[in-house]
């Protein structure tokens, strides 16, 4: 007699980019997570299941987010720590997630080399979500076009400009002007680029232009957008990315050059004095603690469209 075969689980969609989901998604998804946002969505499709939360890197807003919202839509979340499962001892990714997948409904995991995600969603069973790598943070830029949707109306014919670091979050944005088709500026030091294929691909879908002068990138933007100069893991750079970045501090006399409506966007923590100045941060241009909120609500329809059977129509 054969030995009877386990069951793979039904047909699921993972989310490690924000091109996964197509325009139309992504609009219902921003609708579905306003509706979280406004408390006129009372459904619990997470009910009975379980969240695997692998943290390689440490987070404050990702893991709270993602914690409270399980929570919020009926279920549960793990934190799994480095010191919590076998690949902080060097298991293969595919074995993790072939366990993961009898135990859990879904996997959301913040780490360093995106390929581990990519190979953790091939060999995993349930969905999986990408909570960051060095590469992408779809959720973070997810929530910054939810935040500028309810500030601006929308993105369409709007100019969003990127300063500082060619980095997971730039990677990001030109992500989602390629889905979206929105006019996206970046201005970043020389070597310090977004990825290059992306960037190409953006430019066959929308207006999309690098340049090393933060004001041209500014010049009439209704979004402004930063983050930190050195990121996680790499402190040891730091002295060498204060030179390079040091005429790409967002202040008051950049902001002047956006439209007059602009917000100010930045995915935290911040470092007042470095890429911000503390007058943008905490002026009335800032949005950023409603930014920081929107983690959850998009999150929220996140797991929910993934997890939890939720239509996106």
Request: glycine share 8%.
């Amino acid at each position: 007699m054969s030995a009877p075969a386990f069951p793979t689980g039904p047909a699921h969609r993972d989310f490690l980019a924000i091109p996964d989901f197509t325009r139309a998604e992504l609009d219902a998804l921003f609708d579905l997570a306003e509706r979280m946002r406004r408390g006129e969505y009372s459904a619990r499709p997470l009910a009975g299941k379980s969240l695997a939360m692998i943290f390689m890197k440490s987070s404050t807003r990702t893991r709270v987010s993602f914690e409270v919202g399980a929570w919020q839509l009926g279920g549960q979340a793990l934190f799994l720590s480095p010191r919590d499962v076998q690949l902080g001892r060097g298991e293969p990714v595919a074995d993790t997630a072939r366990v993961l997948s009898r135990y859990v409904d879904g996997i959301m995991i913040r780490t360093f080399a995106h390929d581990e995600v990519e190979e953790l969603a091939r060999h995993a069973t349930v969905p999986v979500i990408n909570g960051l790598t060095d590469r992408l943070h779809p959720c973070q830029v997810l929530a910054d076009l939810l935040t500028v949707r309810q500030r601006l109306g929308g993105y369409e014919g709007k100019k969003v400009a990127w300063v500082g670091d060619g980095n997971n979050m730039a990677n990001s944005w030109i992500n989602a002007a390629y889905r979206l088709g929105f006019e996206l500026a970046l201005a970043c030091p020389e070597g310090y680029d977004p990825d290059a294929a992306l960037l190409e691909r953006a430019r066959g879908a929308a207006r999309v232009t690098l340049v090393r002068d933060p004001a041209e990138a500014v010049q009439g933007a209704h979004v402004v957008n930063t983050d930190v100069w050195a990121s996680m893991g790499q402190e040891e750079e730091q002295a060498q990315r204060e030179r390079a970045f040091a005429r790409f501090q967002v202040d008051g006399a950049l902001m002047r050059r956006a439209a007059r409506d602009a917000v100010f966007l930045h995915c935290l923590p911040a470092h007042r004095g470095e890429e911000v100045t503390a007058d943008v941060i905490d002026g009335p241009q800032s949005a950023v603690w409603d930014e920081a909120e929107n983690r959850l609500h998009v999150q929220k329809a996140v797991m929910a469209a993934l997890m939890g059977g939720e239509r996106l129509a």
